[in-house]
């Protein structure tokens, strides 16, 4: 089985996943990234400069290594998910689901059927008309990843149902906008610590995956201890690129 076909069923079956989000619309970073540890990345089209060429680009070197990566799409419209799921992504994280019905709208959208994601066969994800509808059809729903990004406490609210649609595979708290959403500006909040243990019950309650994001290994050891969360989006590669370049730095700035 490949990475990128047992991506989802590796999510599902609770094994600690370590990615990160790419915010650098570059292909070569994502073909750097294929040859590290990280389980996925995720390229952010919600708050980086990522157009359709962008993403065609950084989804064909994934798909050409069999590395996984998701895309969370700018807005959870029937549009962006076609997009993003045509060019090859193996995921979608949406933004924003703080109701049922948002959640049930991304799961039918990123799947194909009536009234769903439109189908092409003619498509990178469906391998350039070398695969026949079946098991695309099929594909499309035993490997294609959503996770519902839980960002408002609305969404905190309707967490129970948002869990429990078919097709949504986890629910990804969102601990900046919660927290900003619940009028604070730090992340430490006793009702962000209370939404991720309300969030994450309904998540196993579901046998869905909890996912967050975290500034670093140390907070996903903790989180993972706390709150029960398996799949990290870990800072960025621009936190990453600056604390390197800092690190060297400073070693080298040391010598005497």
């Known amino acids: 089985m490949s990475n990128l076909s047992g991506f989802k069923q590796k999510m599902l079956s609770g094994e600690n996943l370590a990615g990160t989000f790419l915010k650098t619309p570059n292909y070569i970073l994502v073909e750097v990234l294929a040859q590290s540890k990280l389980d996925f990345i995720c390229l952010d089209a919600e708050h980086s400069p990522f157009d359709r060429a962008a993403l065609d680009q950084c989804l064909s070197i994934s798909r050409a290594l069999d590395f996984p990566v998701l895309v969370r799409v700018g807005e959870g419209s029937a549009k962006e998910i076609l997009w993003a799921l045509d060019c090859g992504a193996v995921g979608l994280v949406i933004p924003h689901v703080d109701t049922p019905e948002k959640a049930k709208f991304a799961s039918k959208s990123a799947r194909y059927g009536l009234g769903g994601r439109g189908f092409a066969g003619s498509t990178r994800w469906a391998g350039y008309a070398t695969e026949h509808m079946p098991s695309i059809i099929k594909r499309s729903y035993e490997e294609t990843v ?55 019950e309904a998540t196993r309650k579901a046998n869905k995956t909890f996912v967050s994001f975290v500034s670093n290994p140390e907070k996903a050891r903790e989180w993972s201890q706390d709150f029960g969360i398996t799949m990290f989006f870990i800072s960025s590669e621009h936190n990453w690129l600056r604390d390197t370049a800092n690190a060297v730095a400073d070693k080298v700035h040391e010598i005497k």
Do not use: M, R, T
Not at 151 to 173: C, H, T
């Open 146 to 200: 959503v996770l519902a990004q839980i960002e408002e406490p609305a969404g905190v609210e309707k967490a129970s149902e948002i869990a429990a649609i078919p097709g949504i595979d986890g629910l990804f708290v969102g601990p900046a906008d919660l927290s900003v959403g619940y009028g604070y500006d730090h992340q430490n909040s006793d009702e962000l610590k209370a939404a991720l243990i309300s969030v994450g």
